[in-house]
């Protein structure tokens, strides 16, 4: 049987699904939407250095033990229809969490219309990237803030075979709940998968109404072998 195009595996998840774990668990899992080649094909784009704007060394700014690469424009298929096709529905739970956060702050409902409002906030360079981490590898906790504005959630996506390419390397997520101790997250994921979270807030429901919850995420150490991911961010940068 053929595959469907990616817009329509993306397009047929189970978005009311999708929000009510991100409401409830502060993070949401998708089935594994991209097949093996084409986790293996963006994986491979690692190494082609030319199609990046930007390297960080994790040590050097004491991030971790890694790397990461941002992509340069123009940003390669299928990353961009990843990008596109997974921002509009987001851009609908993100909405509802700025209401019940009391936020003024409203997302258009294309990604090039937000890209646009990024410009005129200067930031102007685009944000998906590719991790790299092996043995020893890890990320400390952090949240991706580029300038003034930040879209409110945000995905990674699982490149490499747990358990056959690595051991370890969980994706970690950290709560910081006020006036309580900070809650954590240990989340594996399959080839092909993706991981949905907030990137610095999210509204929890408490007895008088909404509260904030601060995120951060991270990736725990890599106790041995190779580990890509995909992070797909979709506010640019200065």
Same mark, same amino acid.
């Given at each position: !049987?053929?595959?469907k195009?990616l ?8 978005w009311?699904?999708?929000?009510s774990?991100?409401n ?8 594994p939407?991209?097949s093996d080649g ?9 190494e ?7 390297? @960080?060394i994790?040590?050097r700014?004491s991030?971790?033990e890694?790397?990461?690469r941002y ?5 390669p #298929?299928p @990353? @961009?229809?990843?990008? #596109?096709?997974?921002y509009g529905?987001l851009? &609908?739970?993100?909405?509802?969490w700025? $209401?019940?956060?009391r !936020?003024? !702050?409203?997302y258009?409902s294309?990604i090039? $219309?937000y890209r ?13 990237l590719?991790?790299?981490y092996h043995e020893g590898?890890?990320n ?7 300038g003034e504005?930040a879209?409110?959630i945000?995905?990674a996506? !699982?490149?490499s075979?747990?358990g056959s390419?690595f051991?370890g390397g969980?994706?970690?997520l950290v709560?910081q709940?006020p006036?309580m101790?900070?809650r ?5 994921l #399959? ?5 949905v979270f907030?990137n610095?807030l999210?509204p &929890?429901?408490?007895s008088?109404g909404?509260?904030? &919850?601060k995120v951060?995420?991270? @990736?725990s150490r890599i ?5 890509r991911t995909?992070?797909?961010?979709f506010?640019?940068?200065r």
């Amino acid at each position: !049987m053929k595959l469907k195009s990616l817009s329509e595996r993306i397009g047929a998840l189970d978005w009311t699904g999708l929000e009510s774990d991100l409401n409830t668990r502060g993070y949401a899992l998708t089935p594994p939407f991209l097949s093996d080649g084409e986790c293996a094909a963006i994986a491979a784009l690692y190494e082609r250095e030319s199609l990046f704007r930007k390297t @960080v060394i994790m040590a050097r700014h004491s991030y971790g033990e890694g790397a990461y690469r941002y992509f340069a424009e123009p940003v390669p #298929e299928p @990353v @961009v229809t990843i990008r #596109e096709c997974l921002y509009g529905p987001l851009a &609908v739970i993100a909405n509802r969490w700025a $209401e019940r956060l009391r !936020m003024d !702050m409203r997302y258009p409902s294309s990604i090039d $219309e937000y890209r646009a409002r990024c410009e005129r906030a200067g930031q102007t360079h685009p944000t998906p990237l590719i991790l790299d981490y092996h043995e020893g590898g890890y990320n400390c906790l952090h949240q991706d803030v580029y300038g003034e504005l930040a879209f409110s959630i945000q995905a990674a996506g !699982m490149l490499s075979r747990p358990g056959s390419d690595f051991e370890g390397g969980e994706f970690l997520l950290v709560e910081q709940r006020p006036r309580m101790q900070s809650r954590g997250e240990a989340v594996t994921l #399959e080839q092909g998968q993706f991981i949905v979270f907030p990137n610095q807030l999210r509204p &929890v429901a408490g007895s008088r109404g909404d509260y904030r &919850v601060k995120v951060r995420h991270g @990736v725990s150490r890599i106790r041995s072998g190779h580990r890509r991911t995909l992070g797909i961010i979709f506010h640019d940068a200065r």
